[in-house]
Antibody
Framework: QVHLQGSGPGLVKPSQTLSLTCTVS??????????WGWIRQHPGKGLEWVGY???????YYNPSLKSRLNMSVDTSKNQFSLKLSSVTSADTAVYYC????????????WGHGTLVTVSS | QSVLTQPPSASGTPGQRVTISCSGS????????VNWYQQLPGTAPKLLIY???ERPSGVPDRFSGSKSGTSASLAISGLQSEDEADYYC???????????FGGGTKLTVL
């Protein structure tokens, strides 16, 4: 079974860049047919899709975040990453790294989640 | 405001059957399969139903899903106290090129 472990700073200052990394175990990020992504959950709220990336580097971003978002894959480390620039308090959320492609779902496996607070 | 519409709350007594609805549009539920996720307090969501009515290995058959047109439902039979959680529906959206979610339904076992 695939295991996802997200990591990164829990506190980011406004206007700075939020950076998170997800380490994959129990499977290879290079395996075809799977894609890797991020879904966030604002405190006490519902879920919001952030974006997907394939091992090839092809990306799909939520249009509402596209101008500030960059996702990448490091196959040598079996990791994928998210960078969200010019953050505001509206970006305060739990960020879950996810993977899909094992079933016909939008996210088969989820990491434990990383709470990122945007505050000065 | 979430793209898919779910009731904010639902409740039932142990052993009872409860259903949670999810309403969308032609660009999401109407043209793509629906997933359901269970989120226990303080934990990450867990896949409960995919492809409208399929259960991943390990999910009890007390959980079932259905879809008709632009609406979907999750049914939980033989309700247990450990079923108390938030439940979310999700579907890919053709306009977004990614998934949209319901606002979540908080299930209380009385």
């Amino acid at each position: 079974q695939v295991h996802l472990q997200g990591s990164g700073p829990g506190l980011v200052k406004p206007s700075q860049t939020l950076s998170l990394t997800c380490t994959v175990s129990g499977g290879s990020i290079s395996s075809g047919g799977y894609y890797w992504g991020w879904i966030r959950q604002h405190p006490g709220k519902g879920l919001e899709w952030v974006g997907y990336i394939y091992a090839s580097g092809r990306t799909y971003y939520n249009p509402s975040l596209k101008s500030r978002l960059n996702m990448s894959v490091d196959t040598s480390k079996n990791q994928f990453s998210l960078k969200l620039s010019s953050v505001t308090s509206a970006d305060t959320a739990v960020y879950y790294c996810t993977t899909a492609g094992y079933t016909n779902s939008v996210a088969d496996y989820w990491g434990h989640g990383t709470l990122v607070t945007v505050s000065s | 405001q979430s793209v898919l519409t779910q009731p904010p709350s639902a409740s039932g007594t142990p052993g009872q059957r409860v259903t949670i609805s999810c309403s969308g549009s032609s660009s999401n539920v109407g043209s793509n399969t629906v997933n359901w996720y269970q989120q226990l307090p303080g934990t990450a969501p867990k896949l409960l139903i995919y492809s409208n009515n399929e259960r991943p290995s390990g999910v009890p058959d007390r959980f079932s899903g259905s879809k008709s047109g632009t609406s979907a439902s999750l049914a939980i039979s033989g309700l247990q106290s450990e079923d108390e959680a938030d439940y979310y529906c999700a579907a890919n959206d053709d306009g977004l090129n990614g998934p949209v979610f319901g606002g979540g339904t908080k299930l209380t076992v009385l």
